[in-house]
């Protein structure tokens, strides 16, 4: 399968405003995503901000310029995907605050498509003892439940499973709870047909799209990593990066 990864990135996020340009260790944030993606894939930068725009192209990366009416980055990359000019078979969606995604993740996710049934692809990160109660309620951090077959059955901001029975002080050491990991990828034909959807009412009741896909019967086939990531969707999350650049890059 031919793949390609586009990144969608705006600059007028709710949480952060201009966070695509926030500085993580004195390169932007969407640098350290792209360079992430770019030396193992063909990949764009979606956006419709033209500092982002400029940005990107400033640091020799490429990128698109896209409406400011979009619902998701979703939408923004079939835009950008229909730009291109050339037919790939799957597009990754990589969150463009995502800056630590790695190698390993990436084609974790592109294995997913070794099953023909599968639509749509995503990652998951096993929650630890160590990251604690309070990560894993954070409803900022989706949790993923999986059926057998490791496709998921259900996304939420709250904790999935409810332990019935089990002092919540030991949930994590008495079953295994999935963090999703903010990066798709879909066969094109699926793109295509995700974006012509309207919102669903459990993506309106949770504020997450990818409920509307699995409302509408596409199968979602999930990869598992254990690699370390921190999405940055505040101010603080940009502390806490800032933190982990400073700790991996001491043990090179």
Same mark, same amino acid.
């Given at each position: 399968?031919?793949?390609?990864?586009?990144?969608?990135?705006?600059?007028?996020?709710?949480?952060?405003?201009?966070?695509?340009?926030?500085?993580?260790?004195?390169?932007?944030?969407?640098?350290?995503?792209?360079?992430?993606?770019?030396?193992?894939? #063909?990949?764009?930068?979606?956006?419709?901000?033209?500092?982002?725009?400029?940005?990107?192209?400033?640091?020799?990366? $490429?990128?698109?310029?896209?409406?400011?009416?979009?619902?998701?980055?979703?939408?923004?990359?079939?835009?950008?995907?229909?730009?291109?000019?050339?037919?790939?078979?799957?597009?990754?969606?990589?969150?463009?605050?995502?800056?630590?995604?790695?190698?390993?993740?990436?084609?974790?996710?592109?294995?997913?498509?070794?099953?023909?049934?599968?639509?749509?692809? %995503?990652?998951?990160?096993?929650?630890?003892?160590?990251?604690?109660?309070?990560?894993?309620?954070?409803?900022?951090?989706?949790?993923?439940?999986?059926?057998?077959?490791?496709?998921?059955?259900?996304?939420? =901001?709250?904790?999935?499973?409810?332990?019935?029975?089990?002092?919540?002080?030991?949930?994590?050491?008495?079953? %295994?709870?999935?963090?999703?990991?903010?990066?798709?990828?879909? $066969?094109?034909?699926?793109?295509?047909?995700?974006?012509?959807?309207?919102?669903?009412?459990?993506?309106?009741?949770?504020?997450?799209?990818?409920? =509307?896909?699995?409302?509408?019967?596409?199968?979602?086939?999930?990869?598992?990593? #254990?690699?370390?990531?921190?999405?940055?969707?505040?101010?603080?999350?940009?502390?806490?990066?800032?933190?982990?650049?400073?700790?991996?890059?001491? %043990? $090179?």
């Amino acid at each position: 399968m031919k793949f390609i990864a586009i990144i969608p990135a705006r600059y007028a996020s709710t949480r952060f405003p201009g966070k695509p340009l926030a500085l993580l260790g004195g390169k932007p944030v969407i640098e350290r995503v792209y360079e992430q993606v770019s030396g193992l894939l #063909d990949a764009v930068v979606a956006t419709d901000d033209e500092r982002i725009y400029e940005t990107v192209r400033a640091f020799g990366g $490429r990128a698109e310029m896209t409406s400011a009416e979009h619902r998701s980055g979703t939408d923004r990359c079939w835009e950008a995907y229909c730009r291109q000019g050339a037919v790939y078979d799957a597009v990754i969606n990589v969150q463009g605050d995502e800056p630590f995604i790695r190698r390993e993740q990436i084609e974790a996710l592109m294995r997913c498509f070794d099953d023909p049934q599968t639509d749509i692809a %995503t990652l998951v990160k096993p929650f630890t003892a160590e990251d604690g109660l309070e990560a894993l309620e954070n409803p900022n951090s989706p949790k993923v439940v999986l059926d057998a077959r490791s496709r998921a059955l259900y996304f939420s =901001r709250s904790v999935i499973p409810y332990l019935r029975g089990v002092p919540r002080e030991e949930w994590l050491a008495r079953h %295994t709870f999935y963090k999703h990991i903010g990066i798709y990828a879909f $066969r094109t034909e699926a793109l295509r047909a995700v974006t012509a959807l309207p919102q669903s009412l459990l993506e309106k009741a949770e504020s997450l799209e990818q409920l =509307r896909w699995l409302e509408n019967g596409f199968r979602i086939g999930v990869g598992i990593s #254990d690699a370390e990531t921190v999405g940055i969707d505040t101010p603080e999350d940009l502390e806490r990066a800032e933190a982990f650049l400073k700790r991996i890059e001491t %043990t $090179r």
